[in-house]
């Protein structure tokens, strides 16, 4: 029987000394667009750090919540606490505003990382905690941001306000009971079932104004006597 010998070629670490990256995402409701905004971040990044040469991605973080402060974000908290273990030494964020609407959070997070040696880099600003004059760059694409919700929130009231002026609004899409469209598509007083909720209106008001007397007869005590 012939000797033979196995040699064995030790596999490649591929990921050997890349940088671990943690991905932050936050929305701030449940609502289907801002979770279809939350999937789309992630999605985003993802693909980003598969680009981003000596790098690694090692977990996604993320939020549904406000970004004024820290409190009701977990994912952020964890997320930190992953970074001072030495878990991760790259964070990957969409934007300043996803990160943190706050200025004074959003610079205490970043000083706390820095002191671990974590880089934290907002991905739509193309800045990262390296950049020079950091709080200015931060403040002002903040106060851009804040400024693009509260134009955003204009515009949705001014369109609530207008579609209900103007009788275009969904809320008169809705069965009302008691009242029925006129020819103009105006809301109009239904006889026919007006009658039913003015005897529910009036049972109600006389069954609250006789509640004393009823308490009264039947010798319960009332407020402000013993």
Known sequence: MSNKSI???PVKKKYEGAKRVGIYCRVSSTKKAQIKSLAAQISALTNYV?????HVLYDTYFDIASGSTLEGRPGFKRLL???????IQF?????ASRFSRDIVV???AIQKLATTGVTVHFEAEGIDSNTPDLYTHLTAHLAVAEMENQSRSENITWGIRSSAE????????????GYKKDKNGS?????SEAEVVRQAAG?????VRQAPRRLHRQDRPRFGRR
């Open 7 to 9: 040699t064995t070629i």
């Open 50 to 54: 598969a680009l981003l040469s000596g």
């Open 81 to 87: 606490a992953d970074c001072e273990s030495g878990q």
């Open 91 to 95: 964070v990957l964020t969409k934007s």
């Open 106 to 108: 959003a610079l205490q």
């Open 166 to 177: 103007q009788g275009t609004s969904k809320i008169y899409n809705k069965k009302c009971y």
């Open 187 to 191: 809301l109009v007083i239904n006889e």
């Open 203 to 207: 049972g109600a008001e006389q069954h």
